[in-house]
Every structure is written in structure tokens, then in C-alpha cells.
């Protein structure tokens, strides 16, 4: 099993950036994938996560109405778009895998397989 983040950057206040999750090795469609993010000297913070089916999706309160996440299942990729970007939007931004089907969380206990990471960084 394999996941790489990708798309991270340096970007205004109010700028855009599209993060892409790469994924190899299991039955994709099978599995909610979630992103989280964590900032220096902060707890990792549970994103949004969307279903294998992209039925079920969550986004957190404190990125409703900038952030959207989607997947395209043909290409075993997960996107998450981010919008109106804030400096409080800086972190590490990773993927993860669920280990169990049909199981749709932002708890990383429930995560086996992470990607290493893409940085964020938005200026003020």
C-alpha cells in the first residue's frame, strides 16, 4: 500500500492550492481516504475524509466553505481543493488510508497507511 500527497506550496493569504492523494496497492473504491493536517507544535487535526463511493463526506468547521475534497476512483486519486487560504491554513497536509471497509472517520487510530506529507504555507 502505498500514498503520496502531493500539490503543496507557498501561497498568499486568499489563494488557492489542489492537493492530490496517489494510491497504489489495495481496492481503492474499497476505502474512505481522509486528509489531516498538523501545524508545529499542534495535535494532527482531521480535515475532511470522503467515502470509497464519495458518498459520505466530511469537512471540518474550521475549512467548511473554502475546502472540498472529491475522488476520482478511475485514476486512485483524492483531491482536496483549497480556497481562500489563511495563515492559520499552514501545516503538513496528509492522506490516509482506513483500515476497515465502510468505515468513514477523522480518528487516526482508525488509519493504517499515511502519505509522507506536503507542506502549506500561506503568508500573510
Known amino acids: 500500500v502505498q500514498l503520496q500527497a502531493s500539490g503543496g506550496g507557498l501561497v498568499q493569504a486568499g489563494g488557492s492550492l489542489r492537493l492530490s492523494c496517489a494510491a497504489s496497492?489495495?481496492?481503492?473504491?474499497?476505502?474512505?481516504i481522509g486528509w489531516f493536517r498538523q501545524a508545529p507544535g499542534k495535535e494532527r487535526e482531521g480535515v475532511s475524509y470522503i467515502s470509497g463511493s464519495g458518498g459520505n463526506i466530511y469537512v471540518a468547521d474550521s475549512v467548511k466553505g473554502r475546502f472540498t475534497v472529491s475522488r476520482d476512483n478511475a485514476k486512485n486519486t483524492v483531491y482536496l481543493q483549497m480556497n481562500s487560504l489563511k495563515p492559520e491554513d499552514t501545516a503538513v497536509y496528509y492522506c490516509?488510508?482506513?483500515?476497515?471497509?465502510?468505515?468513514?472517520?477523522?480518528?487516526?487510530?482508525?488509519?493504517?497507511?499515511w502519505g509522507q506529507g506536503t507542506q502549506v504555507t500561506v503568508s500573510s
Open positions: 490516509g488510508k482506513v483500515q476497515r471497509i465502510g468505515v468513514a472517520t477523522t480518528q487516526p487510530f482508525e488509519y493504517d497507511y
Open positions: 496497492g489495495f481496492r481503492f473504491n474499497y476505502y474512505t
